[in-house]
């Protein structure tokens, strides 16, 4: 089997654990770790048996694929000469800060015929992928996310940051156009909002109620999802599940799911190598990540600042 040959552009926190997962992938060569930080670069590329470069143009001309780890605000000039090359891209979320740049990234796949995947990571979660059969038509979902404050990923707000993953959760679960947001947001250590609440009601019927912090003193990752007959609790920290239904006897059911020690990074970067072998569609594609950033935005436009 010919190896798929691949990099990694930007290792810093997310993009060395990239690294680490192509390495030790028996269909991949990891060719080399780019970075504009030569010592990092080095480091990273001493730890995964690669080699190390500040640009890439000896690279180039010989790649298959490349996973982009840059800051965002630099996603779309790093993408696009590459997808527009042919060379599939596997792109840490969001997509971009901005539509328009979002939608050029998109039009340059086309361009190349390239796979574009956006790294929503937590759609490769053990414990969502194992209801996907079961949400069916939610009626109320409640997400908090929440972790204490990184210097990493402050380049956007806490919506682009770190509500993006519930909002293209959502998205994911509750096909329906919106029909009304209302948003409240607070800059707590940065000069962009750090702490968010944003609801969201659905022309379906369903309310979608999302808190959002980079300031927190701990972590919290969950959704609760309500439907007809059945409430759905899924901690995505911990992998687990909680399952409450309700019988044609009226009496409550529950079930609890501990899933197995995740890894869902390898499993959205196996995704990715499979799909350019077999030419099948990624899970998240360019225009689920145009999707989430284009709430992301409606939110923040609609959304409410109290004056410091």
């Not at 340059?108 to 979660?125: D, K, S, Y």
């Not at 329906?176 to 947001?181: E, G, L, Q, R, T």
């Not at 250590?189 to 609801?199: P, S």
């Amino acid at each position: 089997m010919k190896k798929i040959r691949a990099a990694v552009i930007g290792v810093g926190y997310l993009g060395r654990f990239h690294a680490q997962k192509y390495a030790v992938m028996d269909d991949v060569d990891l060719v080399g770790v780019i970075d504009i930080n030569a010592e990092r670069a080095k480091e990273i590329a001493q730890e995964v048996n690669s080699s190390a470069h500040t640009d890439l143009s000896s690279l180039i001309d010989t790649l298959d694929a490349v996973s982009i780890a840059v800051p965002t605000s630099s996603h779309a000039e790093v993408s696009i000469p590459l997808l527009e090359k042919g060379i599939h891209v596997l792109l840490e979320k969001p997509i971009s800060a901005h539509i328009h740049e979002a939608q050029q990234i998109i039009d340059a796949a086309t361009r190349g015929n390239a796979i574009l995947q956006i790294g929503h990571l937590e759609r490769f979660n053990p414990a969502l992928l194992k209801l996907a059969d079961d949400i069916k038509q939610p009626m109320f979902i409640e997400g908090h996310r929440i972790s204490p404050f990184k210097e990493r990923g402050i380049d956007v707000d806490v919506i682009l940051d770190i509500m993006i993953h519930d909002i293209d959760i959502i998205l994911s679960l509750v096909r329906s156009p919106i029909a009304s947001v209302e948003a409240v947001g607070v800059p707590v250590l940065t000069g962009d909002v750090d702490i968010a609440n944003a609801r969201i009601r659905f022309e379906s019927g369903c309310i979608a109620n999302i808190t959002a912090s980079r300031v927190s003193a701990d972590v919290m990752r969950k959704i609760r999802i309500f439907q007809s007959n059945s409430y759905i609790s899924i901690d995505f920290a911990k992998a687990s599940v909680d399952i409450y239904t309700l019988n044609e006897e009226k009496q409550i059911g529950h079930s609890h799911l501990a899933m197995s020690e995740s890894d869902a990074l390898g499993a959205e970067i196996r995704s990715f190598i499979d799909c350019i072998r077999n030419g099948s569609a990624v899970m998240v594609d360019g225009m689920a990540g145009l999707k989430a950033i284009e709430v992301a935005h409606t939110i923040k436009a609609s959304m409410v600042v109290p004056k410091r």
